[in-house]
């Protein structure tokens, strides 16, 4: 396909390539580019309608971004980006050097340059760095067919006209909110006062994204109003950005799991001094943690030189023990993230979790004691100790696994840090005296 | 606000009520009503507009739901039923017991039971368990003047008539899509052929859900149709199912990464049995797999015997590989998920996981040299083994973690299963034995 269209290029079929590539969606035109060399992207991509040309764009790498921006043409660039709508040219100026920023904010008109300052001042991850200002006002006292004349004026350029936004004349406030299909379901001589819903879910520019995501999850909605302190509208968030807003909180949390610094670069476009730093800290912090094991083990260097077989359960109690907590903690943290579980469970999760760690303990332990009694044929007195602090290190993890993430939560912290590593290093440190305690109480006294 | 509301119940206020009520999301009164008794529930359901009743009986909890089919009459059933979009219809129904799925099946009238037959039979977790037959079909020939009073005759009860689908009239198939926009947009004599979009992107009934919600995200796509295996449209799905779909499969992935069978269930509504069974499984095979290691010290017995030291650093070498393998395991399965890391990526991942790995490797078994050495005043040799151990175990957990979860996706396995739990009884096995060769080379030979 990219050959195919490479090779007509090369014979300087440019007409057949134009009615080829223009048939294509323009994401699906924003992956084939990215598969040429920048000759044919330039060529390629100054034969794309204005339009198409636009929507492309917003959807290219930065690298090919940046490529275009630095080989075009002032008169060019005021094409494109003119196109181009705002919050789309808000994501792509965050990421662009300062010589492209200026490149682009020297072609652009004032009002609009004014804009993009005001839009790029909002904090990051806040509901003004993901609203866009293409949406369609009414006002209450029209018509539906002087609604709908005027959307028809206006609308050719918005990103969304689903959801037209009623304003208030000289407030500029938000009143009510019309689905477009209510101006073609009902007779055009009502009056959209009538037709519209006051009963608005909106967000203020400085809400935090994670917010504006639940309420779109809470209430099915496909877009929703921005307004400022004042209460007028500044703008509107769509769904297909939330939708990206929720798979960057999931990534995050996922990299918070997984004792690392969030990040939302991707993994094949980071440098290894980022990725490297990235990992560092919370490593460091666990192994300087682990140094209290380190401690206990010492403490007890006499029972261990008795028995050297205690030292052969260390790894399996301490993993198991890990994992145990692991999956309790990554139940609440997730449970806590969809809102499912709120502060007041604490104690229904803290009674569900000495429930199943009872469970999970008690068979864990017996068969493990069958496995190293019977077969491995280790003592009885070590086969109980070990199978013992067993089930303490399992009960013990799952408690402090589901407990902890709610008490964080309760502390205003994020209840993701409260994961796998840092539980395993909490629950390492008490199995480990439980096992030795028992170990020097039982065995040494004989 | 639900204690006056009782109040107002009780003093008989029944209109006021009802006032009150309506005025709200529908989703808000669905949360209200949890907090109500059965009695005062079954007053207040009652009482709501039957529009409404239904869309607020869709965002119900599922006892609530049980106990409101099971008290209704055979008549207020049918009502509440038949106002139902057959989407919510199939998710309610595909939790209830058998007594109430007879009651309502028998008071749905035939066309409607097969649909709801044909719909159940749909393999979990495809397009068409989550797809909805109420949409707006328009045909080719249509101008828009006649396309718009069509829609205004049927679309009342459609569930998202902000695009429609133009249809072939004999075969049923899918030819293009109109968003709702361009009818408004356009001039009302232009014909449906010249302004719909062909270019369609659609799945098929029985596709996995996890791929049509990586179409939604790919193309930012509100709703798409669904089609059997002759390209007969049949259905569509709209992108409030696809957020939850989302959501539900990050969950899978968070569960499976901490050990875990998957599970749909909320974790208050599940019960202990199914709680203890979804963990215990895995974390028997972990357990057992931690077998080899506790063979591996055991075979360097006389080695920890004489250095009974070195035991003292195994929890801290143990953890600190396998929370470095988790960051590793976690980045890498979440790009494969988001579709940023592809297959053929494996030897970029590998080459960036040596280097980020020799950088972290280098920095902690430095700073852990310079703590067990010149702090803790251990031994020259074995702090010396104790951090070359480590930097080889942070090498190699970094490789393993970022290495299986592609190979495992290349085996069409789920590349969340090669997280951290498992990454971490591979790396401890191999971790130990480094650590005890290099112990037995070094420290027995003087």
Partial sequence: MV??????IKEGKYIEVRNEITKMNVVDIALFLEELNNEHL?????????????NVFSYMSYEQQKYIIESFTDKEIKTIIGKLF??????????????????ILKNTDEQRRKLINQFLNYPENSAGSI????YVELKKEMTIKHALRHIKKTGIDKETIDTCY?????????????PIRKLILNDENMIIKDIMDTNI???YTIDDQEKVAALFKKYDLISMPVVDKENRLVGIITIDDIVDVIEQENTEDFQKMAAMQPSEKRYLETNVTFLAKQRITRLLILMIS???TANIIRRFEDVLQSVVILAAFIPMLMDTGGNAGSQSSTLIIRGLALGEIKLKDVFKVLYKELQVSCVVGSVLAVLNFIKIYYVEKVGFKVSAIVCLSLFCTIVLAKIVGGVLPI????????????AGPLITTIVDAVALIIYFAMASRFLLLI
Avoid: C, H, Q
């Fill in 290 to 292: 682990a140094t209290f």
């Fill in 201 to 203: 879910k909106y967000v």
């Fill in 42 to 54: 330039l060529i390629i991509f100054r034969m794309l309608p204005k339009d198409i040309a636009a």
């Fill in 86 to 103: 705002l919050d789309d040219t808000i994501d792509f100026l965050e990421e662009m050097p300062a010589n492209v920023v200026k490149k």
């Fill in 166 to 178: 009623v304003i208030d004349d000289s407030s500029r406030k938000l009143e009510g909110i019309v």
């Fill in 131 to 134: 609203m866009t200002i293409e």
């Fill in 407 to 418: 008490i964080a939560k309760k502390l205003k912290m994020d209840p993701a840090i409260m």
């Fill in 3 to 8: 050959k195919d269209i490479v090779k007509m």
